[in-house]
């Protein structure tokens, strides 16, 4: 709140002033809002399952020449590759495949949250809609591991980028 005082015409009247921002929910937060409604409707696990492995088996595979170790993801018992770069426009673009369906649909929510985002907004947006539909206490504790070492790699492309 601002105030300010005036003098006009040998009157004095003091005004108050509040400032309205307008608060926009980033890209990203709007995208895992999308996710958690989404999956808010299904009743089950198993559904929820049904459903990450859908998600899963519509990701676009990444060329077999990016399977490498050097993209490999640590932390996943599963097989899970992963690489980013950045578009013309600033945004990371992330790549990743995995040899497990769960494990794929897992890693495709997370491209379908951070991908085509700017690196700094990606530091800022923690993966929210992780906790908020209980995948980290529904998943074995190595998919929930293997989630986190997914989530961890994001982190570390969207800090080197952020740092060009």
Known sequence: MRQWTSDRDGTKATFFAIQVLKVT???????QQAIIKEFSNLATWEDRYKK?????KALTP???KYQTSENKVKGCQSQVWMFADLNDKGQMQIYADSDAMIVRGLVALLVRVY???????????PPVFIKELGFANNLSPSR?????????????YAMAYSNK
């Open 115 to 125: 991908s085509l985002a700017l690196p700094q907004d990606i530091l800022q947006s």
């Open 25 to 31: 929910m980033s890209e990203i937060t709007k995208r």
């Open 144 to 156: 929930a591991n293997g989630l986190q070492a997914m989530v961890k790699q994001i982190m570390f």
């Open 62 to 64: 990444i060329d077999p």
């Open 52 to 56: 990450i492995i859908a998600i899963g």
